[in-house]
């Protein structure tokens, strides 16, 4: 397993109630289901995350299967929810 960062912005911030926490994941699907698991209580989380793109040590996942993506240790993942006009 790799040890990570999750970084939230604006409102997935909000939706987890902070910027930050760790993973411990072999892929991004793997650290976005643990992160879903963790914020159960917080119903709003998982509808954000639903919604957000996200970037893995600054590069883009797009449309890649998030199975797909392998994290290693120290990688950080931004949790970018839509922005408004933009």
Do not use: C, Q
């Amino acid at each position: 397993m790799a040890i990570g960062t999750l970084r939230y912005w604006a409102a997935a911030k909000e939706a987890a109630g902070s910027a930050e926490e760790t993973y411990d994941a072999e892929t991004l699907e793997e650290a976005l289901a643990a992160a879903r698991e963790r914020h159960a209580g917080r119903p709003r989380f998982a509808e954000v995350l639903a919604r957000s793109s996200f970037l893995v040590d600054g590069a883009p996942v797009g449309v890649r299967d998030h199975a797909s993506v392998a994290l290693a240790d120290g990688n950080v993942v931004e949790v970018l929810p839509p922005f408004a006009g933009g």
